[in-house]
């Protein structure tokens, strides 16, 4: 079993039940977290007969590099093989107010979005919660640097892996584990409503991003599937909901596709559904894919749109491209290694 997977009261129960004091597994995720060792036999303060039992239940590695992209910008593309041969990706994103990732959950996606490389190939399993916690600390290695911010959005549904997902959550915000704030960490979904629902009764403060990329069925449907089972008026009913449940404010992720989405009557249709609600809407250049055949709105008619939300009172910022020279779309570099 990955040892990340525990939480550090699962550690401490497993510790106990092998009559080591409960401070023993602090020290343990000490290692784990600020050391980031690679062997368990590096920490040296712990009794040997500590590391052969870990030894014995529990390993340290979970992922191994494969391929390692970086663009211009400093953006950091990593394509992981797991212990069964599966690969996922990690995107690493330098910012001037930290480094931030974006971190997969599943093996590939059922979701399908037609825009979404990541979408052409079909989920083959949930990751764990160690398996998630293990891109940032191996990326952590790659660039020798602390990561302070998290974003959920790399190849699959979050929600659609929602245990593991907040399991995840609790280690990586966990001031013994990782210690990135609750509010540096945000959690992006397409829309699975009961999820979202759920996800107001999460007692921690991490972001809520929501896929909406259109304002009305006819276009989300063509470009997301899900919309079939959740249309846009149930999302909008569960955002809603979140944010009476919460008091927070929500994210609505809207990738700008040439004439498809990005036009200015859609602009305004968008911006009176969002009316009066605690969201605002993050604009994202399309990075187009070779697996699908969209193109990416015009640098006009981005601002055009931009424009529009703002002149409705709609908040709204327009996403500085990143990655854009290593293909650093989600699941893109999955995609073609395969």
Not at 194 to 215: D, G, R, W
Not at 307 to 336: P, V
Request: net charge neutral.
């Amino acid at each position: 079993m990955l040892i990340y997977d525990l939480t550090l009261e699962e550690l401490s129960q497993f510790l106990g039940e092998h009559q080591f004091k409960k401070y023993r597994a602090e020290q343990v995720w000490h290692w784990l977290y600020r050391h980031k060792i690679t062997d368990f036999s590096e920490m040296n303060n712990v009794p040997a007969e500590l590391i052969d039992l870990l030894k014995a239940h529990f390993h340290l590695h979970a992922l191994d590099l494969v391929v390692k992209h970086e663009s211009v910008d400093g953006t950091l593309k990593c394509l992981y093989a797991l212990h069964d041969d599966h690969l996922i990706e990690s995107v690493l994103m330098k910012q001037h107010y930290g480094n931030s990732i974006c971190v997969t959950t599943q093996i590939g996606c059922n979701i399908g979005c037609s825009f979404c490389a990541s979408g052409q190939l079909k989920k083959k399993r949930d990751l764990t919660a160690g398996e998630i916690i293990a891109q940032v600390i191996e990326t952590e290695r790659e660039l020798k640097e602390r990561i302070s911010y998290i974003v959920v959005m790399g190849i699959g549904e979050p929600f659609d892996n929602y245990e593991q997902l907040l399991k995840f959550l609790k280690i990586a915000n966990h001031p013994k584990g990782l210690a990135i704030g609750a509010r540096h960490i945000t959690v992006s979904t397409s829309g699975i409503v009961p999820k979202i629902k759920e996800y107001a009764h999460f007692p921690k403060q991490v972001n809520l991003a929501v896929s909406l990329h259109a304002p009305n069925n006819d276009i989300r449907t063509q470009l997301m599937k899900i919309n079939k089972a959740y249309p846009v008026e149930e999302v909008i009913e569960a955002i809603r909901y979140y944010g009476q449940q919460t008091k927070r404010r929500v994210t609505i992720e809207y990738i700008l596709i040439d004439n498809i989405n990005d036009m200015d009557h859609v602009a305004v249709e968008l911006a009176a559904l969002l009316k009066g609600m605690n969201v605002y809407v993050n604009l994202i250049p399309y990075n187009e894919v070779i697996e699908a055949p969209y193109k990416r709105s015009k640098p006009e008619q981005q601002l055009r749109f931009y424009d529009l939300l703002m002149k409705h009172k709609i908040k709204a910022t327009l996403r500085k491209e990143q990655g854009h020279d290593i293909n650093a779309a989600c699941g893109q570099l999955r995609s073609q290694h395969l």
